[in-house]
């Protein structure tokens, strides 16, 4: 929103720049899809500089973490019959056994991972479990043995880390944690594609650009790296646009109260406006 405001300012304004101000509004950009984010980078791959409006708190920033969500699988084979010696399959008992490795790799391998420069000291990766389910199509169903079972998980990295070695790195560790399990091993896949993080060139001219609208404005400027994952990978992936993430003071993203503070959207238009004519002069 806040990105055509200052487009319309802009053009308001009826000054003669030296170059060409966009604003872009994609779709497929949360759940890692993306895919609206690479259509216009190959569409314009040339764009100087672009600045990604995410909620922020008006900081700009320079670095953001990448991860992927996962799947863990537990599958067992149908009891099948009716005898009362059979061994039921349990394959919660496995989830668990699944569910505990993971807290594990959070607290002892995640927890000792370099932290960037750019981020507070306090910042770690996480690994954070959000769903576990098996059994029956409603809560407390009853009449079936569950044979299938599912946990899904976000797993972060640093823009430093390379995916195949995240992936190595952590299925060997499971492979570890969980060989001793009976029957069938649980398997992991990811379910999205993999976020990579981003790191901003900061001697870009755009960056100085930036710097000197809030200077304008009277704002306090920061720049640090982010704790959120995004498409700010895919500036420079997909084409030769350099990045910086910045937006509007708000809170609970993603939640139902999501929101954000209309006088810092006020100031963040004022940002991107004059940071444009003062790039683009």
């Known amino acids: 929103m806040q990105d055509f405001y200052a487009l319309s300012c802009i053009n308001d304004l009826s000054l003669d720049l030296s170059g060409d101000v966009y604003a872009e509004s994609v779709i497929d950009e949360e759940r890692g899809g993306v895919n609206g984010t690479v259509a216009c980078r190959l569409k314009y791959p040339d764009i100087d500089f672009a600045i990604l409006s995410e909620p922020t708190g008006l900081i700009a920033g320079i670095e953001t973490i990448g991860g992927s969500d996962w799947m863990a699988t537990i599958e067992e084979e149908s009891p099948g019959g009716i005898d009362t010696d059979i061994e039921l399959p349990n394959p919660i008992y496995k989830l668990a056994r699944v569910a505990r490795a993971l807290e594990k790799y959070d607290s002892e391998i995640l927890s000792g991972v370099k932290t960037p420069s750019t981020y507070s000291s306090d910042m770690k990766l996480r690994l954070l479990t959000y769903q576990l389910s098996s059994g029956g199509s409603s809560y407390l169903e009853a009449g079936g043995v569950p044979t299938k079972g599912h946990i899904y998980f976000w797993l972060e990295t640093f823009a430093y880390m390379e995916e195949q070695d995240v992936r190595k790195k952590f299925l060997s560790f499971m492979e570890k944690e969980l060989k001793d399990i009976k029957g069938k091993i649980p398997g ?94």
């Not at 809170?251 to 959207?265: K, L, R």
């Open 188 to 281: 992991f896949e990811t379910v999205i594609r993999f976020l990579n993080g981003h790191r901003t060139d900061l001697s870009h001219p755009a960056m100085d650009s930036i710097r000197k609208a809030y200077n304008k404005i009277g704002l306090k400027y920061e720049e640090k790296g982010l704790g959120l994952a995004m498409d700010a990978f895919a500036f420079n992936e997909a084409g030769n646009t350099d990045v910086v993430v910045l937006g509007p003071r708000g809170a609970n993203p993603h939640g139902t109260d999501e929101h954000v503070e209309m006088e810092s959207v006020f100031e963040l238009i004022k940002v991107m406006a004059l940071a444009a004519i003062n790039y683009c002069r």
